[in-house]
C-alpha cells in the first residue's frame, strides 16, 4: 500500500504566512505542508512559482497568509497499491515529481521519486547507467555563474528538483530547491527583500550556494550497492569521469527509470 512508501506531512497553521512555510520546508526538510485543515497543502514548486510571478514585490508576498497559495489536491488514497499509480500517475504525479496521498477527504503523506525507487532497487544492474534514462542531457546542467532566477525558472519549467553545477567542464556539485528557499529565508536576504531589493536574491550566483557533492561518485569506484544508496538517499546521482559528469540522473527521470525499467523487471 501507498501508506508504507510516503513520507509523513508537516502541519501549519492557516494564518500562517508564506515565509512561514519555506522556513518549515526548509527545517523539517519537506517537499511539501500541509494547511492545518489538512486539505490544501503548498509544495516546494509551488512556492517557486509564487516568487517568480511576484518578482518586484517579494516583500509583500513573503508575508501573505498561506491560503493565498495553497491549493487543494487530488490525492491517491493510501490504500492502494503502488501499481494502480503507475498506471494513471499523469493523474496522481505533481509538479516536483510529488505523488500526493490522502484519506477520507485529508492528505496523509506524500511521496517521492526516491521512494518508488527504493522499493524496487534490488532490480536494479549497474549497465542501467547506460541506459537513456542517465543521459546527463536530460539533466539541469549548468554554468555556476547563472543567476537564482534563471536556475528557478528551468526548475519550473522542467519540473526536475535539481540542477548540476559546473564550471570549466568540471563538475561543482548539485542544487535542490530546497537549498534556494534556504538561501531566500536567511536573515540577510529577508532584510535586503524588506527594502525592496529583490534581486539581491534573484540576480545572485547559484556559485554562491556551495553546491554540494555528496550525491557525486567517480565511475572507477561505483558499484551496485553505492548506487542504491546514494539513490535511495538523495533521489539524483552525478557519476563522474575525469572531473567532468559521464552520466546523471535527477529525480523526474528516475521516477521514469523506475516505472519503466526496475518495475517492468518484476513483471
Not at 28 to 44: I, P, R, Y
Not at 218 to 223: F, R, V
Not at 236 to 260: E, F, S
Amino acid at each position: 500500500m501507498l501508506k508504507r512508501l510516503a513520507k509523513e506531512t508537516v502541519r501549519i497553521r492557516e494564518n500562517a504566512m508564506l515565509i512561514d512555510a519555506i522556513e518549515a520546508m526548509v527545517k523539517n526538510k519537506t517537499w511539501m505542508v500541509v494547511c492545518s485543515d489538512g486539505e490544501h497543502v503548498l509544495t516546494a514548486h509551488s512556492i517557486i512559482r509564487a516568487i517568480l510571478e511576484n518578482e518586484g514585490n517579494l516583500a509583500e508576498v513573503l508575508n501573505n497568509p498561506i491560503l493565498n497559495f495553497a491549493f487543494k489536491p487530488k490525492y491517491a488514497s493510501e490504500s492502494r497499491r503502488l501499481s494502480y499509480i503507475v498506471k494513471n500517475l499523469r493523474r496522481f504525479l505533481w509538479k516536483g515529481n510529488i505523488i500526493i496521498t490522502g484519506s477520507g477527504g485529508k492528505v496523509t503523506g506524500y511521496i517521492r521519486p526516491e521512494n518508488v525507487f527504493k522499493h524496487f532497487s534490488e532490480n536494479l544492474i549497474c549497465n542501467d547507467i547506460n541506459s537513456v534514462f542517465f543521459y546527463p542531457g536530460k539533466c539541469l546542467l549548468v554554468y555556476a555563474n547563472k543567476s537564482l532566477k534563471t536556475i528557478l525558472k528551468s526548475l519550473l519549467k522542467t519540473g526536475s528538483s535539481y540542477v548540476f553545477v559546473y564550471s570549466r567542464s568540471r563538475y561543482r556539485g548539485v542544487i535542490e530547491i530546497l537549498d534556494l528557499l534556504k538561501e531566500l529565508s536567511t536573515k540577510e536576504i529577508l532584510e535586503k527583500i524588506k527594502i525592496g531589493d529583490d534581486g539581491y536574491f534573484l540576480h545572485a550566483s547559484v556559485s554562491e550556494l556551495n553546491p554540494s557533492r555528496k550525491s557525486a561518485v567517480d565511475i572507477e569506484n561505483i558499484g551496485r550497492s553505492k548506487l542504491i544508496a546514494i539513490l535511495s538517499q538523495y533521489g539524483h546521482v552525478a557519476i563522474l569521469k575525469n572531473g567532468g559528469v559521464y552520466r546523471a540522473i535527477d529525480d523526474k527521470n528516475l521516477l521514469l527509470y523506475t516505472v519503466n525499467i526496475l518495475m517492468a523487471r518484476s513483471r
